[in-house]
Each structure stands twice: as C-alpha cells, then as structure tokens.
C-alpha cells in the first residue's frame, strides 16, 4: 500500500533564507513522486516530479528535489524564499500499479515572513 | 495554452438543490479526476474516469455522480447539497502513455469552491 507522509504541517521561514519541507514515502511499486503548490482559493499547480529517471529533480520557481530511495524521501528545497512561496504544498506519490490513482500526504503550510 | 478549464470559479446553492459542476480540457488526456477539498485538507478522490470507464471511489457518498460525455468534458452533479457538501471541488487530468514526457502526470484546474445556503 502507499503512503505519503509530510513531516511538518506548518513552517516559517524569513525571505531569502533556505525552505525545506519534508516527505517520506511508503510504496509497493516503483513510485512517481511530485509536489504541488496550492495558494488561497486557487487549483494545485506542478512544483516538479520523479518518475525513475534522475534523483536530483529541478522544477519551476527555483525548487528542487531529491529523491532518495534508501531514506524513501523527497524533500523539497529552494535556495532562497520569497514572499510569493507562501502557500500550501502538497507531496503526491503514485505507483506503477496500474490504478492511476495518487496519495496525497496532508499539506504543508509555508509561511514566509519579510 | 492546453489547460483545464473549470466553470463556474464559485457557485452557491441551495441546501438540497441540485447542482451541477463543469470541468472541460484541452490536453486531450484520457483520465479525468474529479476531487473534493475542504478547508486545510488535502484534496480527497471522489472517482475517476479512464476513458469512458467510470471508477467510484468506496467511500465516496451516492449524492455525487460524474458524467463524461466526450474526452474533453467530465461533470460532477450533487443530487441534494447539503450544508457538509460546501468545499473546493477540483478537477484533474493525466494521460496513460508510458514513457511520455506526462506520463503519470496530474493537470488540475482551478478548482470551483461551492457554498450551500
């Protein structure tokens, strides 16, 4: 069965300091992984994904990820935040098993404080 | 730009007064999603239809059903909306082509925020 687990539901960072927000997975196949980004009253919008070609994955806005299938994590990191990453942020895996269905973990809430 | 479309952006009804959702793409995806989102919470599955086959998530409650009339339009119809109903209900695609560039890949619209009175 598979399973997404974010760390923190909350994390405040001061802008232009490093975010990271973690994830851990659990799956029975070899998984795609992606984190999305939610603002207020707004759809989900692909960050960056994984799907078993490089570990080290860059996606839009500066962030990237690392998948590390010995941890069975993919955390996300920027360099540097900006007011205008404050938002929700979701970590989303799914399997090769044919279901083309997606686990949601429960959202991390990033707040950036000037 | 290819997208997925969602009308209305808001929509009020009454509680039991049925009410209809849109979701439309122009991705040409074959797998559309149809999710429901409350207030700090993750987006929780309510079906999804790979082609024409209708896939109804177990728990999700009878008041909701989904038409897909063509690949491009997918529907969401609450029966009778009561007041537990009122949340975000997003719509989602991806396309089943192994090995292609969005492969296993979920497109979302923007999502119409539903308010039963």
């Known amino acids: 069965a598979q399973s997404v687990t974010q760390l923190d539901s909350h994390v405040s960072v001061s802008e232009g300091t490093p975010v990271l927000l973690r994830c851990n997975y659990s799956?029975?196949?070899?998984?795609?992984l992606f984190w999305y980004v939610q603002h207020p009253n707004k759809g989900l919008q692909l960050l960056l994904k994984y799907t078993s070609a490089a570990t080290l994955v860059k996606g839009i806005n500066g962030f990237e990820a690392e998948f590390k299938k010995s941890e069975t994590s993919f955390h996300l990191t920027k360099p540097s935040a900006h007011m205008s990453d404050a938002a929700e942020y979701f970590c989303?895996?799914?399997?090769?098993?044919?279901?083309?269905?997606?686990?949601f973990g429960t959202g991390t809430r990033l707040k950036v404080l000037a | 730009d290819a997208m997925v479309i969602q009308n209305p952006r808001y929509q009020v009804t009454q509680f039991g007064k049925p009410v209809t959702l849109s979701c439309s793409q122009t991705?040409?995806?074959?797998?559309m999603y149809w999710y429901q989102q409350k207030s700090s919470q993750a987006p929780k599955l309510l079906f999804h239809y790979y082609d024409k086959d209708f896939n109804n998530e177990a728990d999700t409650p009878d008041n909701f059903q989904s038409r897909r009339p063509n690949t491009s339009f997918c529907f969401l119809d609450i029966r009778s909306p009561g007041l537990g109903d009122a949340a975000m209900y997003l719509c989602?695609?991806?396309?089943?082509?192994?090995?292609?560039?969005?492969?296993?890949?979920?497109?979302f619209g923007p999502g119409t925020r539903l308010l039963v009175l």
């Open positions: 989303v895996v799914s399997d090769a098993s044919g279901t083309y269905k997606y686990i």
């Open positions: 989602a695609t991806s396309r089943d082509i192994p090995l292609a560039e969005t492969w296993r890949t979920q497109y």
């Open positions: 799956s029975s196949y070899s998984p795609s």
């Open positions: 991705l040409n995806h074959n797998v």
